[in-house]
């Protein structure tokens, strides 16, 4: 199974700033990772699939890059719609599909 | 406009059944493969299974933790997926949701419905 990790489990942004979060794969996923965004209360939204596809709904100030262990999702110019939880995701080896623990985006 | 909607989540006593549901819409759900997704309170998501649309397969594969116990089906001709959970362990608690499978990756999800497994 496909462990994946996320760093920082916290980031404190102050609005305007960018935004940079970390996903690692512990074997190769090629491309086969997403991106969700959950905000309290709410199911996840897919955010950026195949690595750096932005989903329909979401603004140019989200990008997704990266490939084989090592994925980053930048988000430019924090807006408070924002604020949310963020969940990477492999599909490239399953069953399973293994999420990580996410990264809370959270007000300075 | 895509909607998946889940029901039948409850409390239930573990060692316990329970059949979840969710209705989709708006799409060609015979042609979807549908997957069911959980997250305990405060915690990450899990993958719970998944089921193939009829014309690859229909084959279903599941998270070792529910293998077993735990049988997802669908239904083609009333837009239903199904979740049937048997021998229910506390740690099964969580609120589950359904979503519409794109490449791997999940584009359409509910709003999920809570279980809850408690004595």
């Known amino acids: 199974e496909i462990v994946m990790t996320q760093s920082p489990a916290t980031l404190s942004v102050s609005p305007g700033e960018r935004a940079t979060l970390s996903c690692r794969a512990s074997q190769s996923v090629g491309s086969n990772l997403a991106w969700y965004q959950q905000k309290p209360g709410q199911a996840p939204r897919l955010l950026i699939y195949g690595a750096s596809s932005r989903a329909t709904g979401f603004p140019a100030r989200f990008s997704g890059s990266g490939s084989g262990t090592e994925f980053t999702l930048t988000v430019s110019g924090l807006q408070s719609e924002d604020f949310a939880v963020y969940y990477c995701?492999?599909?490239?080896?399953?069953?399973?599909?293994?999420f990580g623990p996410g990264t809370r985006v959270d007000f300075k | 406009e895509v909607q998946v909607v889940e029901s039948g989540g409850g409390l239930v006593k573990p060692g316990g059944s329970l059949r979840l549901s969710c209705a989709a819409s708006g799409f060609t759900f015979s042609d979807a493969w549908m997957s069911w997704v959980r997250q305990a309170a405060g915690k990450g998501l899990e993958w719970v299974g998944r089921?193939?649309?009829?014309?690859?397969?229909?084959?279903?594969d599941y998270t070792a933790p529910v293998k077993g116990r735990f049988i997802i089906s669908r239904d083609d001709s009333t837009n239903m997926l199904y979740l049937q959970m048997s021998s229910l362990k506390m740690e099964d608690t969580a609120v589950y949701y359904c979503a519409t499978e794109f490449h791997g990756s999940y584009n359409y999800w509910g709003q999920g419905t809570l279980v809850s497994v408690s004595s």
């Open positions: 995701q492999q599909y490239n080896s399953w069953p399973p599909s293994t």
């Open positions: 089921i193939k649309s009829k014309t690859a397969g229909g084959t279903t």
